[in-house]
């Protein structure tokens, strides 16, 4: 009885594992056939098509990719916009989302609505207002007017996200603090943020990879090439008429190791701030 | 201080920077669309024509429509795929960490690279797609996926459904890890089968990830773009043009930004009514 | 109080920001340009740089955007108070528009002083000069022909036709043959505008072409009608790949590659796509004369440069737009690129292959045109080319398609 339980649970798994290789593999088919693209020549595409396999294989696409999308700049450029655009929004919703998930007062509806539509908002509109209002205080072409944009613009999403994380957290554990004569900033600072470390890295990866991944905002604030982010060195990548395909597919590649970094990191910090929320 | 104040002080600074980059420009937005503009000169007044003009356009209609059809497939297969694998490999699996990799992926990739890629599955001649069929002995099923306007806009939500399945499984894996395993254990040990348990325990309590999940899924939906733009650009003939993109062609393209920002009025009015509604629902829900 | 500290950091920063405004200014020259395919790209790059060694003391900065993102970067920064100093741009109403607006430089004195008017062919001052004042540079371009597959034609005994009669006669061949006779991928939908321009160009002239261009003939006209009869008939017999909507005009190129199509009507750049085998096998023909009467039009779409109106360099950059406008400046571009350049006076020694066959080509040219979405306002060609895409899926419904087209056009009169 013992045994054949066992052993059912063992064909159970054995059942699960193959179906989710065979899912995983077929999930993963348009990567391989970007990693594919870009160990090969165009000449070789052209000639063979996309999905046959090379004719010899080749890293030059990434060298190219490299130096011609100027790839070095322009990954400097991601992250001096992206990391201060990302703490910079975290650390002003998560006071956001405290003050609405804390308190009762007059207007905390009409406010949590104001940041809700926020992130509504079909962002490609603001382009140009946006534009004229960098230019008017004059951080047009230059790094601020990205990371302000950035900064201000993803606090919808992050207000709403850790608002609804917050108003979970019980009242209790800041009446007592305030019992033993803590602020209510350190009650913020003390209490709250540690506790919403998990729901902070989770948001923490969507917007890195949001921020990271911006493209037309870029294209609008900014007019210097030396000043862009990756995105746009992809971008340039692309020709008028002619692009190379496997140059912008490796340069692609390239410019998602930094992402599986923080990815890989965050994973970490997931668990970690997770443990420390357990131990309340 | 006093009581009352504590809150605005949390919010000074926030609200302050939101005034000026979100709010105003908003504001302007609205205005702007009752304007012509071609985003250069000075815009000129002109009343509610956009608008007039946008309730008789039939490619406004196509793309509301496409946008439905976005939002429906959305809510059905990521959202679900996704909460089926966040499941699945919050057990202890072999290889679950690899698993969720391979799944993520998609979203680290840059979308360009996306777009292109499935534009390539979806080729007529030699496209991964066809070629399956084809040897899978179904071949009376092949197309020109992207160049049939009967399919096209399927074709293209697909690559879509790929990357963003990754987001909702990493939001529920994010929520999974938050419940407590002791609880699930216990109703193992009640004999609660593995439905129940789901059914019960573990639905209930991955309800604020829930919210997060449709919200984003709606936004994402709603906001639709990229995809669009580059494994199409809205054809054939606006078959797979959606709000968002039309917007953008009307506003970049065209040099119309009144008539742009009109349909982002428009755009925006409807994810409201939606996200509002849906907001009610799920307070009233807290509030019980 | 914390929160005190808190503003207090807050504001701080704020002033750094702010501070960190005025990192903006220096003396360099601001190029931006959306030269992005490669081989353009690497002769851009290196036309700046032969500049810089001409003038040791002037720093360039060259920038380089995408295609369709330049389109929309460019109004941004001709509006910025810190636009670029010289920027690649189209001829025809794309130029016109910027010109219409205030937004460019009058660079007239550029024109007197290097005397262009005398040195750049008289087609080339009136898509440069608006009012007797000269605003755009025109530096290079290129034609468009039907480029075909050397091989394939010799196979079947097939010559360059002349006539759509003997065009007709090539597709028959090749179609007996199980090959498709032309190869296009009309994803971008520009591949299948320039079909009709050219059966506009063919049947009913540059005249009308240009004028039914700028919206002031009806598409209702029964000339038009004539223009997608002569279509319908390509689309019917099957003289395109099957799906061509699924491709982009590059992906469309497998089929000319693999020798299933023989023929692509494109402009000269589809010499860099082809593989080096493949592109020493093409040729090209002159669209086929449909009408003997007509005179031969063609497709020339030119790229030049301008200069925005708030440029921080004026003096600089109209030395910059000198040079572009010289033998040397355009060298490069004729040499390496194969593109046709405008400046008279350059060497035909430059030129070689096919440069020289599209050159000859264009001299017994009568008239010239752009190309459908620059001869004509952007949206009234976003919305028509997509009419001709309807078209191109039910042909026979083409009466339908004009009144479309008509529609659009009347919405444009009317804005």
């Known amino acids: 009885m013992e045994l054949s339980l066992h052993q059912k649970k063992r064909i159970r798994q054995g059942i699960i594992f193959m179906a989710l290789l065979i899912f995983t593999i077929v999930w993963l088919l348009p990567v391989f056939g970007a990693v594919l693209t870009s160990i090969r020549t165009m000449d070789d595409i052209m000639d063979n098509g996309f999905w046959s396999l090379p004719e010899a294989v080749t890293f030059k696409n990434f060298a190219t990719a490299w130096s011609e999308g100027n790839l070095n700049t322009y990954l400097k450029n991601s992250f001096i916009i992206t990391i201060p655009s990302l703490i910079g929004t975290l650390a002003l919703s998560s006071l956001v989302g405290f003050a609405l998930a804390k308190y009762k007062f007059k207007g905390n509806m009409f406010i949590y609505l104001m940041f809700v539509a926020g992130m509504l908002i079909p962002f490609q509109i603001l382009l140009i207002p946006v534009f004229r209002l960098s230019n008017y205080l004059g951080i047009y072409n230059n790094y601020w007017g990205l990371i302000m944009i950035h900064t201000v613009f993803q606090m919808g999403f992050c207000s709403f996200f850790l608002r609804n994380y917050m108003i979970t957290i019980p009242e209790e554990l800041s009446e007592a603090a305030r019992i033993d004569g803590a602020s209510e900033f350190k009650i913020f600072y003390k209490i709250y943020l540690p506790l919403s470390l998990p729901a902070i890295a989770a948001l923490a990866t969507l917007e890195f990879t949001w921020i990271f991944n911006d493209y037309i905002w870029a294209l609008v604030l900014l007019r210097d090439d030396r000043l862009k982010p990756v995105t746009a060195g992809l971008a340039t990548l692309q020709g008028n008429f002619i692009t190379s395909w496997s140059v912008l597919v490796a340069g692609a590649i390239l410019a998602t190791i930094p992402t599986v970094v923080v990815f890989v990191f965050l994973q970490k910090y997931f668990i970690r701030g997770l443990t420390m929320g357990s131990g309340k | 201080m006093k009581r009352k104040y504590i809150p605005w002080a949390f919010l000074s600074i926030p609200l302050t920077f939101y005034s000026i980059w979100v709010i105003g420009p908003t504001i302007y937005t609205m205005y702007l669309s009752l304007t012509e503009w071609d985003g250069m000169t000075a815009p000129e007044f002109q009343g509610i024509d956009n608008y007039l003009k946008l309730f008789n356009d039939p490619i406004f209609y196509t793309s509301l429509v496409n946008n439905i059809k976005w939002l429906v497939i959305f809510m059905a297969i990521p959202v679900v795929v996704g909460l089926f694998l966040a499941i699945l490999l919050s057990k202890e699996i072999k290889w679950a960490r690899g698993y969720k990799a391979a799944i993520y992926s998609p979203m680290i990739l840059a979308p360009v690279v996306i777009g292109l890629i499935w534009s390539w599955i979806y080729q007529p001649q030699g496209g991964l797609l066809n070629n399956t069929l084809t040897y899978i002995g179904l071949e009376g099923l092949t197309r020109g996926w992207l160049s049939n306007p009967n399919t096209a806009l399927y074709a293209v939500i697909g690559a879509a459904v790929w990357r963003h399945t990754g987001y909702v499984m990493l939001l529920f894996l994010s929520g999974l890890t938050a419940i407590s395993p002791t609880v699930i254990e216990a109703s193992r040990i009640d004999g609660a089968s593995a439905w129940q348990r789901f059914r019960y325990i573990i639905l209930p309590l991955l309800k604020p990830t829930t919210v997060i999940v449709i919200v984003i899924t709606m936004i994402q939906s709603l906001r639709a773009f990229d995809f669009v733009s580059m494994m199409t650009r809205g054809g054939p003939f606006n078959s797979t043009n959606v709000l968002a993109h039309y917007m953008y062609t009307e506003a970049f393209k065209n040099y119309n930004m009144g008539y742009g920002a009109s349909i982002a009025v428009v755009l925006f009015a409807i994810m409201f009514i939606f996200i509002v509604m849906y907001l009610r629902q799920i307070r009233k829900g807290e509030l019980e | ?415």
């Open chain 3, 1 to 415: 109080m914390n929160f005190k500290n808190l503003s207090l950091i807050v504001i701080t920063l704020l002033m750094v920001m702010v501070l960190s405004f005025s990192a903006a200014a220096q003396d360099t020259l601001v190029v931006n340009t959306y030269t992005s395919d490669p081989a353009p790209r690497k002769a851009m790059k290196e036309l700046v740089a032969q500049y810089e060694e001409m003038n040791p003391d002037v720093d360039v900065e060259l920038n380089i955007t995408a295609h369709e993102d330049f389109k929309q970067a460019i109004r941004v920064w001709l509006t910025s108070d810190n636009p670029p100093d010289v920027f690649s741009w189209f001829a025809g109403n794309r130029a016109g528009y910027f010109v219409d607006r205030g937004l460019v430089m009058d660079i007239t004195d550029v024109w007197e002083e290097e005397n262009f008017y005398e040195k750049f062919p008289k087609a080339f001052q009136s898509i440069s000069v608006y009012d007797g004042k000269a605003y755009f540079l025109p530096h290079n371009y290129y034609w468009w022909s039907v480029f075909y597959r050397e091989s394939i034609f010799e196979e079947y005994g097939l010559e360059e036709p002349q006539t759509w009669d003997e065009f007709l006669e090539v597709g028959e061949t090749l179609k007996e043959n199980g090959i498709t006779p032309f190869a296009i991928g009309t994803k971008f939908r520009w591949t299948a505008a320039a079909f009709f321009d050219y059966f506009d160009m063919r049947i009913n002239g540059a005249k009308f072409h240009k004028d039914l261009m700028a919206g002031k003939i009806p598409f209702t006209d029964d000339r038009v009608a004539d223009v997608f009869e002569k279509w319908k008939y390509l689309i019917e017999n099957d003289y395109f790949i099957e799906n061509a909507a699924a491709y982009s005009w590059q992906e469309a190129l497998q089929f000319l590659n693999s020798g299933d199509a023989a023929m692509y009507l494109m402009g000269q750049f589809i010499l860099d796509a082809t593989s080096e085998e493949v592109s020493k096998d093409l040729d090209f023909f002159r669209f086929p004369i449909i009408d003997k009467e007509v005179p031969v039009a063609e497709d020339l779409p030119t790229d030049g440069f301008m200069i925005p109106k708030k440029a921080p360099h004026p003096e600089l950059a109209k030395d910059f737009i000198a040079f572009l406008g010289s033998v040397e400046g355009q060298r490069l571009f004729a040499e390496d690129l194969g593109r046709l350049v405008t400046n008279k006076n350059m060497d035909a020694e430059v030129y070689d292959g096919l440069t020289l066959k599209g050159r000859e080509m264009i001299d017994n040219t009568d008239e010239l045109a752009q190309f459908y979405d620059r001869d004509m306002d952007p949206e009234l060609a976003d919305k028509t080319m997509d009419s001709l895409m309807a078209f191109w899926y039910a042909p026979e419904n083409y009466r339908n398609i004009m009144e479309e087209m008509e529609a659009h056009r009347q919405n444009f009169i009317n804005d």
